[in-house]
Structures are given as structure tokens and as C-alpha cells.
């Protein structure tokens, strides 16, 4: 099921999620790290360097660059490119391993409990699965900007 099935682009909130879609996406794309990773603490680069959401992020760009979603389309795929080089040379190992996913928490008001208190888990399950989405998903992105877009593609 594509997200066009779920919100068609007549639903009268189609344009107003679209828009804070792409103005999230601008704002994410702007934080995203020197190795391609984005921070646990996003605005922090001495903050680690967070595989679920880099994951997360990769994801959203790849699938809006598919389906027509993001203005510029160029700089979102090469960000999503970014990630998954990034992923593949800092955070997942020859064995599969995967570093760097934020162990599960509460919430905090406090800067340095996500800097410095909430550390990150090897193989984490809740980042093994997102993982695998973004590379999915970055992949078909890379075969479509290749091919040319699909049948059915839909443009905003």
C-alpha cells in the first residue's frame, strides 16, 4: 500500500501535510552529519552519530523522492545516498552488526540526558528494523532515478 492510497491527493488535509512534510524534510536534511549520519542530539555534532534516526530520515527522503513529494528532488536522494554510505562505513560492521541505536527512553527536558546519559545499544531491535527499510527503500529510489519514474508514480 502506497501512502497516495491512504491520503489521496484530494483529501482536503492532502496539502497542508504535504507542506509540513517538505518543511520537515528541509529542516532534517539541513542537520544531517559530516559522515552522512544525523546526531542523537540532531543539533549537537559532538553528540554520537544515531543509526534509527539517520535510518528514519533516509527513509523519508528516499520514499518523498520516489513519489514525486520533495521539491529538489537531487538533494534529498544524494542525502539519502549520504546516509546509507554513512550506515555501511560507521554503523553496521562486516558481520551485520549494527551501532549506534539509542537504547529506548523516557523523555527529558535536559540536554545532557540525551547526550550524555542515553547511551546506545549493539543489534538493538528497534533500529534493525528501520535499518532495513531505509536501505529497501534507498535502493528502489536509486533504481527508479536510473530507470526513469514508474508507472502509477505520482507526482505532487
Given at each position: ?11 482536503i ?9 517538505r ?35 533516509m ?7 520516489r ?32 551501532y ?11 540536554h ?28 528502489r529510489?536509486?533504481q ?13
Amino acid at each position: 500500500m502506497f501512502t497516495h492510497d491512504v491520503l489521496p491527493k484530494e483529501h482536503i488535509d492532502y496539502a497542508p501535510i504535504l507542506a509540513f512534510y517538505r518543511e520537515l524534510a528541509e529542516g532534517y536534511s539541513r542537520l544531517q552529519g559530516e559522515h552522512g549520519l544525523w546526531h542523537q542530539v540532531l543539533t549537537d555534532p559532538e553528540s554520537y552519530e544515531e543509526a534509527s534516526c539517520t535510518s528514519m530520515f533516509m527513509y523519508g527522503f528516499a520514499l518523498g523522492v520516489r513519489h514525486g513529494w520533495l521539491e529538489q528532488p537531487e538533494t534529498y536522494a544524494a542525502a539519502a545516498r549520504a546516509g546509507w554510505r554513512g550506515l555501511c562505513e560507521r554503523a553496521i560492521d562486516k558481520q551485520g552488526n549494527l551501532y549506534g541505536v539509542c537504547k529506548g527512553s523516557s523523555w527529558s527536558y535536559r540536554h545532557a540526558y540525551y547526550k550524555h546519559e542515553l547511551g546506545w545499544n549493539l543489534n538493538d531491535t528497534h533500529g534493525i528494523g528501520i535499518v532495513l527499510l531505509a536501505g529497501i527503500e534507498t535502493y528502489r529510489m536509486m533504481q527508479e532515478l536510473q530507470s526513469g519514474p514508474a508507472r502509477g508514480d505520482v507526482r505532487a
